[in-house]
């Protein structure tokens, strides 16, 4: 995936007016954009599926400048056929393996003790930045995590960044801690 390309704030404001001149319905269809662009990668099987979303939108904001002005039609579709390219190149890639669940109390009992021994060893803002950012659901949590960003001063797409780094290492210290614990 292009990983290269980071959204900016410009660029950010660009897509918005590409959806719509007016503020508050470019947003509102910026959210139900990415909302189903989840909901196709979830239906698709993907493990990913905000990432994914995220490398989507990254993706038409990068292109935007070459075709804003030639596009016709409605810029949802444009999104959608992006996310199909998208999810192409996530089917060819090799997919991470799905961690065994757990089938009894003792394996679990063992998983949470080694979260939150991963937890505690987080520096202290990276531990409070991934308790906030996992709370909430639905559109609360949504607000909650637009409310989170501007607290920090950084743009939504780099809370998801961020939060994402810290999951993976938390991931991997977790199952680092079980594989001890175990062997």
């Keep these: 995936m292009n990983k290269d390309w980071i959204l900016t704030q410009e660029s950010f404001d660009a897509l918005l007016n590409w959806l719509d001149p007016r503020r508050e319905e470019a947003g509102k269809k910026y959210e139900?954009?990415?909302?189903?662009?989840?909901?196709i990668f979830t239906c698709r099987?993907?493990?990913?599926?905000?990432?994914?979303?995220?490398?989507t939108i990254n993706r038409v904001s990068k292109k935007?400048?070459?075709?804003?002005?030639?596009?016709?039609?409605?810029?949802?579709?444009?999104?959608?056929?992006?996310a199909n390219k998208v999810h192409l190149e996530y089917v060819r890639r090799k997919p991470r393996p799905i961690p065994p669940i757990p089938d009894n109390a003792e394996e679990i009992e063992k998983e949470y003790e080694c979260l939150e021994k991963c937890i505690e060893k987080l520096r202290p803002e990276h531990r409070g930045l991934v308790l906030d950012y996992y709370q909430e659901?639905?559109?609360?949590?949504?607000?909650h995590r637009k409310k989170l960003a501007d607290?920090?001063?950084?743009?939504?797409?780099?809370?998801?960044?961020?939060?994402?780094?810290i999951r993976l290492s938390l991931y991997e210290c977790v199952q680092n801690c079980v594989q001890d614990v175990a062997g």
Excluded: M, S, W
């Excluded at 099987?45 to 490398?55: I, R």
């Excluded at 804003?68 to 039609?73: I, K, L, M, V």
């Design 32 to 39: 139900e954009i990415r909302l189903r662009l989840i909901k």
């Design 45 to 55: 099987g993907c493990l990913e599926p905000e990432d994914l979303a995220d490398e």
């Design 64 to 82: 935007l400048p070459d075709i804003q002005g030639t596009y016709e039609g409605d810029p949802t579709r444009y999104f959608y056929g992006v």
């Design 137 to 143: 659901e639905k559109r609360t949590k949504i607000d």
């Design 151 to 165: 607290q920090l001063g950084i743009a939504l797409n780099a809370l998801r960044i961020r939060a994402h780094r």
